[in-house]
């Protein structure tokens, strides 16, 4: 293989890195089912980006703060984040 097709090569693993690596859409977003929900605040506690709050007895997750790290979708002891 010639250099400039190993160069070619590696250039386009790494933009499709990048676009793998792109995160989360517009459309994407953490579901809180509040028929599961406890209101328990495991969710809050975890949250590392102060993304999550309990109104009424239920966890609001606010979508332009979340990170999607997951770590309240692994908290949630009702499994009511997805």
């Known amino acids: 293989m010639t250099q400039s097709a190993r160069?070619?090569?590696f250039i386009?693993?790494?933009?499709?890195?990048?676009a793998a690596c792109e995160g989360p859409t517009d459309n994407t977003q953490l579901i809180?089912?509040?028929?599961?929900?406890?209101?328990?605040g495991e969710c809050t506690e975890v949250c590392p980006y102060g993304a999550i709050e309990v109104i009424d007895g239920d966890a609001v997750i606010d979508p332009s703060a979340c990170h999607f790290c997951y770590r309240?979708?692994?908290?949630c002891?009702?499994?009511a984040i997805h």
């Open 7 to 9: 160069a070619l090569l």
């Open 77 to 79: 002891p009702e499994g």
């Open 32 to 40: 809180v089912s509040l028929e599961d929900c406890t209101g328990c």
């Open 12 to 18: 386009a693993a790494a933009l499709l890195m990048l």
């Open 72 to 75: 309240c979708v692994e908290a």
